[in-house]
């Protein structure tokens, strides 16, 4: 939509108060945007919808999407009425927490700004959509050199207001009975000022962007094959299983990075690059002092002395015992005594822990000893009343009668010894053990 010249800018500048907050989430669907239609060669406008919010006069301009785009009947381009207002509906079904509304759209222009090619459609907005629409103006030629501006994005942004034409500024006399046609009002657009607002989320995804655009490569596909590559891997069918894997390890790439390497790579330029920072400011500091140090060898110091500057390099210099605490500090006796601490409140789990088990194995201890014990009373409480008790008791008395016919057998003289058998024998019947 950069075909015509005349511009539409206004030489006046933004008395509205807006105030654009852009989020880089438009940057990378515009960005997405352009490059496919170079790379699929599409002809046609490039358009695109703008999403937001509006706080008094605060715009934000959140999410972007493309937009279909028809030609007119005088060869202008135009946006499909039904088409778009379900595809806006759809977007603010979707983005509802917080609710985001159409708050204008984008196009690519000259870097003169917005043309008549741009009218048909901001009108279309503006009278059905949203009366105060804005429109951002993308600037293609101007992408490879927004490094050498210093860094500015090649884009503008613009709110669109009515000005009188060539009738409203004539200062002509007037005559009462002429008369004389109303001023015409034509659609003129003023830059807004905007700032770069990002979130967490557009942080993330940013951040991953600019970590995997610095290793991206283009390598051949082989998936697809035309006829020759078809014959020749037959021919290499033929060959040797090594000779095939070898030429496929010198055709793979090998200077792929895995994420891991990418990231380790990624932290070790940052902190490489602090370091030369530091070096450089250190650097700087040591030469300031050193021009403006009096030595009576030397010559007078041509650097103007600079008494805020001492005292800031004398507090930076202060801070240092507080970055790097001497070894007996009370820092590393809170940090001994929370370790001790801690040591201490392991080995007593450890010595409870143990404590419990011995109590376990003392009342395991306990129960088998009182089983044992019940075992022996009961044994010896069945004993007098088993068979050996029995046959002992009948011994008992086959020894009395024994013991009766010998003192009449011997008479007096052997009644020592039939005292003792008759001894022996009630001990014997007594005790039931052995018989």
Known sequence: MSEHSDSLVSPKASDSGLHIQLHPLILLTISDHITRHAARCQQGPIVGALLGQQNGREVTLEHAFECLVTEGPNGEAQLPDS??????????????APALDLVGWWSTSPPTGPNASHLPIHRLILEKHNESAVFLAFHPGEVAGASSK????????????????????????????????????SIKFRELPYSVE?????????????????NAAIYPS????????????KQLSKEPQQQQQQQQQTTEPSDLLSPEEEELIASLNTRLNAIRTLESRISLIKSYVSSISSVPATPPPTTTLS???????????????????PANSALTRETLAQANDVHLVALLGQLSHSISHMRELGKRTAILNNARRTMAAAA??????????????GGGMDLQMRMAGLQGRYGAGAGGGAGEEMLYSGRLGAGGDGF
């Not at 500015?152 to 034409?165: A, H, M, N, Q, R």
């Not at 990002?198 to 610095?214: F, K, L, Q, S």
């Not at 006829?227 to 020749?232: A, L, W």
């Not at 010896?380 to 008791?393: D, F, Q």
């Open 83 to 96: 088409w778009f207002a379900e595809r806006v509906q759809q977007f603010k079904d979707v983005h509802k």
């Open 150 to 185: 210093g860094g500015k994005l090649p884009l503008t942004i613009y709110e669109s207001v009515y000005e009188g034409g060539e009738n409203a500024n004539t200062n002509t006399m007037q005559v009462d009975s002429e008369e004389h046609p109303p001023p015409t009002l």
């Open 198 to 214: 990002t979130g967490e989320a557009e942080m993330i995804g940013i951040d991953t962007v600019a970590r995997t655009a610095r």
């Open 380 to 393: 010896r409480k069945s004993g007098p009343s088993g068979l050996g008790g029995g046959g002992g008791s």
């Open 307 to 325: 008494h805020p500057i001492l005292r800031n390099i004398n507090a930076c210099l202060s801070h240092l015992a507080l970055l790097t605490p």
């Open 222 to 233: 082989t998936t697809s094959r035309d006829p020759s590559q078809t014959s020749q891997a």
